[in-house]
């Protein structure tokens, strides 16, 4: 197996700042993921069931490095990612996340992100509206309503899992479901893997648990025949963020 640093896909380090995040944690049959999931990728499980997460947040100033500041892009990004494990050749197992859709209200940076990246970008309009102890969210206007969303969290009440959680408590959930910080995709005409380091200040990597009122996802309904089920929802204190440039794994069998 050779690895490279890519050239035609995430060729750039983008920075910016995570302003507000918030993920949203389910489980499902395997089995209903993995045909989703290209097999050089094996399915990161708990009691044999998947982890999907979604993630709704807004970006600020998100730009190429060492481009200023000042030309960055402001916007709102929901996406779709599963929990997986990639082992290269010859290299430590990969533990990350591998998007299976990604949706942003500015029409730029879809452009720019299915020109430059492998994350599957969409547009879409995305509603965060907060009041005292309530955040409501809403995308709209995606094809044919393939990604429609809304979701309801209660800010103020103290948190809780999902009713048929496999977890005993809060904390052992956000210990399990804490992602590694790596960004994966399959290039199928090259036959490669494209892996995506994230770089962030653990330190400040701070996440609250939130009351889950109300869900539904779209998307999520088609992909797992309506079988996923919450687990957790937290949201992330802002922070720095940098996707490194790409590095990709050329697998075996490839001229």
Excluded at 57 to 82: C, D, E, F, N
Aim: charge should be neutral; charged fraction near 20%; include cysteine.
């Amino acid at each position: 197996m050779r690895e490279v640093m890519c050239v035609s896909a995430n060729p750039l380090t983008m920075l910016g700042t995570l302003e507000r995040c918030l993920l949203f944690m389910y489980r499902c049959p395997a089995a209903n993921v993995r045909p989703h999931v290209p097999d050089c990728f094996q399915l990161v499980t708990r009691d044999g069931e998947a982890i999907i997460g979604v993630v709704v947040s807004q970006l600020s100033k998100m730009r190429p490095w060492p481009a200023p500041r000042w030309l960055g892009i402001t916007y709102r990004h929901i996406a779709y990612r599963v929990y997986v494990r990639f082992a290269p050749q010859g290299h430590e197992p990969i533990e990350g996340l591998y998007f299976l859709r990604s949706d942003a209200d500015s029409r730029l940076m879809t452009a720019a992100g299915n020109m430059l990246s492998t994350f599957r970008f969409h547009y879409a309009h995305i509603h965060w509206q907060e009041s005292p102890g309530r955040i409501h969210l809403a995308a709209t206007d995606t094809h044919r309503g393939e990604a429609e969303m809304c979701a309801v969290l209660d800010t103020a009440s103290p948190a809780r899992l999902g009713e048929h959680s496999c977890f005993s408590s809060v904390s052992e959930a956000m210990e399990v479901l804490r992602y590694e910080p790596f960004g994966l995709a399959y290039d199928r005409r090259r036959h490669a893997v494209n892996v995506v380091k994230v770089i962030r200040d653990e330190r400040r990597w701070h996440e609250h648990p939130l009351v889950q009122e109300h869900a539904s996802w779209n998307y999520l309904d088609r992909l797992t025949d309506c079988t996923h089920v919450h687990e957790l929802t937290v949201a992330v204190d802002a922070i720095p963020y940098r996707w490194e440039r790409g590095v990709t794994f050329y697998l075996d069998g490839t001229s």
